[in-house]
C-alpha cells in the first residue's frame, strides 16, 4: 500500500491561484537534514555476471554508476524544475549485488545544513545511478527493468522524520 502523508493537506509548490511557484524557505530554521533512497535493477544474469567481473565493455560499471549518481544528486536543481539549489555537504551511492535475483539494488544517502531537505537529491542520485547502469550495459541487454524507487527515510527540518514502511 502506498504511503499518504497526512500531515499536509495541500500541494506546497501551488501557490492560492493555483499557479506553480518555488517554495519559500526563506523562515524556515537551518537545520541538518537527511534522506536515504533506494531502488534496483534487475537483467539478465549473464548481464549481472559481466558487471561482477569487471569485463564489461565499458569498464567499471558500478563504478560509474556511482560517481553518476552523486553527480546526479548535484544536478537536481538543474532537473526539476522548482527544487531549490542546495549546498550538499554528503552523497554516499552504494550498490549490492543480488544474485538471486539477478539484480542490483542502489543506496544513496543525501545530507545538508539547510533550510529545505534533500529527498529529491537522494531519490534523483538512485536514478541516475541505476541509469548508468542500463547504459553502460544496453549493447548486451535492453530488457534490463529500474523499479521500486523509492524514499526509504527523512530526517530533520520541521516535519521532522519519515521512515518507509518496507
Known amino acids: 500500500m502506498p504511503h499518504?502523508?497526512?500531515?499536509a493537506t495541500v500541494l506546497t509548490h501551488f501557490d492560492a491561484q493555483g499557479q506553480a511557484h518555488m517554495v519559500d524557505v526563506g523562515d524556515k530554521a537551518v537545520t541538518r537534514r537527511v534522506a536515504v533512497?533506494?531502488?534496483r535493477i534487475t537483467m539478465l544474469p549473464s548481464?549481472?555476471?559481466?558487471i561482477t567481473s569487471g569485463s564489461a565493455k565499458k569498464g567499471d560499471v558500478l563504478g560509474?554508476?556511482?560517481?553518476?549518481?552523486?553527480?546526479?544528486?548535484?544536478?537536481?536543481?538543474?532537473?526539476?524544475?522548482?527544487c531549490h539549489p542546495i549546498g550538499l555537504t554528503r552523497?554516499?551511492?552504494?550498490?549490492?549485488v543480488q544474485e538471486e535475483t539477478s539484480s542490483v539494488a542502489c543506496t544513496a544517502t543525501a545530507e545538508?545544513?539547510?533550510q529545505t531537505g534533500v529527498e529529491m537529491e537522494a531519490l534523483t542520485a538512485?536514478?541516475?545511478?541505476?541509469?548508468?547502469?542500463?547504459?553502460?550495459?544496453?549493447?548486451?541487454?535492453r530488457g534490463m527493468t529500474i523499479t521500486?524507487?523509492?524514499?526509504l527515510e527523512k530526517h530533520g527540518g520541521k516535519s521532522g522524520s519519515f521512515v518507509a514502511n518496507t
Open 112 to 114: 545538508v545544513s539547510g
Open 64 to 82: 560509474i554508476a556511482r560517481i553518476a549518481g552523486i553527480q546526479g544528486a548535484k544536478k537536481t536543481p538543474d532537473l526539476i524544475p522548482l
Open 148 to 151: 521500486d524507487v523509492k524514499l
Open 37 to 39: 533512497a533506494t531502488g
Open 47 to 50: 548481464t549481472l555476471a559481466l
Open 91 to 96: 552523497v554516499a551511492v552504494e550498490f549490492t
Open 4 to 7: 499518504m502523508n497526512t500531515s
Open 126 to 141: 538512485v536514478q541516475v545511478a541505476l541509469l548508468t547502469i542500463y547504459d553502460m550495459c544496453k549493447a548486451v541487454d
